[in-house]
């Protein structure tokens, strides 16, 4: 990932510091890997296509990997721990991520 992707991933002109900008789209891209993994694993269903939760799980370990200080402080830190982008499948999840996924599900049926 270069320069100017990171600016056209990060939607610069929503946040007025950089490091702001890294770490909520930190934070969005691991709420979106956990989600999508729960209802991919648990629920056996899915929302997103396996493309699309890939291309969110590269940009997670790079992001990751560029902007380790910033990753820490982001949520969900310990279960990305190690995360390398191939599979969801070792998850844990909180009430939040299995509720925000029965919305998504119940919103798909709609």
Known sequence: MTKLDLDKLLDNDIYED???????????????????????????????????????????????????????KAPYYKEFDGFDGSTGFDFKYDEKIKNRAAQLIAHKGA
Not at 20 to 44: F, G, T, W
């Open 18 to 72: 950089r490091d702001e900008a890294i770490l909520a789209k930190i934070s969005q891209r691991r709420r979106q890997i956990l989600v999508h993994s729960y209802i991919y694993y648990e629920m056996d269903d899915s929302v997103v296509s396996d493309a699309q939760w890939s291309q969110w799980a590269k940009e997670l370990v790079w992001l990751s990997q560029e902007f380790p200080d910033i990753s820490k």
